[in-house]
């Protein structure tokens, strides 16, 4: 295993201090946790939204604090969710007075801590609510879920969700649009090459040269099944097959479509995937709005990708395209 890091045990803090330093305008770190919150958190009357996980998803959640978007993230150990007290201390940082909603990726410790989180800020008097997402077209529960996970289509709540309570929203609104999101949202992934943990020091599982994992997961779990490699277009016409039956979708419908790089996919190969899913929608009569090619939410450096849909309508579009300023995430309106 090669790795540019230290220590394994202190990675994830020495990554959290780094990103600090690198984008001070955007983020400042709190102090003994690892939690980057906005520069000018607390921000009056507006509803704060916090999200996070465990790391080796980079640049999700700390890419994403800002204008627009959220206004904390809380970085749990590479894999692992974060804990309830770092998540509560994330939550008293951001708060404004007009709430704070918790934008939570469906695995069974992400869910229960980010509850407990909740209960203990609900005891101090702070407003507070959580989303869900659960995109992932692949698997209905796994060894980290139940029911579907949370990937890649997280990005896209926190955009929507992060304008709405940018425009002055109260906290059941913006949650109402983040569901919204949720329920329009539909992601499936394969991976090429497993990842590397660095405090496990070995691939978290293995693949034949001639080998890909489909539905795999964000956290170097293995999929649903594994095949003979494909051409890309053999590959997107199978992650495309299962998201386009998990929702209706009609003739005359707009949407957005992220592909995602898992962390170590050439731009190339994104590029040759989004050319394909364009086609594939363009023959169904489904309109592209916007695309979103690169990497939004990854798996250390395996390599691999997911692609994304978000079927829209006008107050969709509105959000989507309303002006954010984080560190990975930047939109000038339209």
Known sequence: MKKLINNPDLVVEEMMEGMAQAYPQYVRKLQDCNVLVRADAPISGKVALVSGGGSGHEPAHGGYVGKGMLDGAVAGAVFTS??????????????????????????????????????????????????????????????????????????LVHKIAGAAADKGMSLEEVKRVGEKVIANVRSMGIA?????????????????????????????????HREAMKTADEVTDELLGRILGDLPYSSGDEVAVMVNGMGG????????INRHVASVLRDKGISVYRTFLGEYMTSLEMQGAS????????ELKELLDARSDT???KSLGR
């Open 82 to 155: 974060p804990t309830p007290d770092a998540i509560y201390e994330a939550i008293k940082a951001v708060d404004g007075g007009a709430g704070v909603l918790l934008v939570v990726k469906n695995y069974t410790g992400d869910v229960m801590n980010f509850d407990m989180a909740k209960e203990m800020a609900g005891m101090d008097g702070i407003k507070v609510d959580s989303v869900l997402v659960n995109d992932d077209v692949a698997v209905e529960d796994s060894t980290y879920t139940t029911g579907r996970r949370g990937i890649a289509g997280t990005v």
């Open 192 to 224: 090429l090459t497993p990842c590397t943990v660095p405090a496990a020091g070995k691939p978290s599982f293995t693949l034949a040269e001639d080998e890909i994992e489909i539905g795999i997961g964000i956290h170097g779990e293995p999929g649903t």
């Open 265 to 272: 996919t050439p731009q190339m190969e994104l590029a040759v």
């Open 307 to 314: 692609v994304t849909l978000l079927k829209l309508d006008d």
């Open 327 to 329: 560190i990975a995430f």
